[in-house]
């Protein structure tokens, strides 16, 4: 069975790039609103997306407002000497609540926090 994989390359602050296709022995550059529309038809198996360490400022987001929410799970991911972080993500479903911070902190938080309040005190 085939995967249909989209393809981006976005700025830091989520402008597309040109060149962004949606492969399947197809490629459409510039294809921003149909990632987005075969994102929202949950038809899309895995996402590649290159970030490029620059701030463009302006431009067509990858996403757009309104676009529906949706969790991505990274699958793998590699830096360039350039910079470039090369990600690749498969849908992961709904948003969980509360995914954003762990609930418990790890041992280095626990010992910095420890360190602040000794001299703190």
Not at 44 to 72: C, H, Q, S
């Amino acid at each position: 069975m085939r995967k249909l994989i989209a393809s981006t390359f976005v700025s830091l602050d989520g402008v597309q790039a040109p060149g962004s296709r949606v492969g399947l022995n197809l490629q459409i550059i510039g294809s921003g609103n149909l990632i987005q529309t075969l994102r929202a038809a949950a038809l899309i198996d895995e996402y590649n997306v290159w970030t490029f360490p620059v701030v463009l400022g302006r431009g067509k987001r990858l996403f757009e407002a309104g676009a529906k929410a949706g969790a991505m799970r990274l699958v793998a991911s590699q830096t360039s000497a350039t910079g470039v972080v090369m990600s690749t993500y498969v849908p992961a479903g709904d948003v969980p609540p509360g995914s954003f911070a762990p609930s418990e902190p790890g041992a280095r938080e626990v010992a910095r926090r420890a360190k602040l309040a000794r001299e703190a005190g």
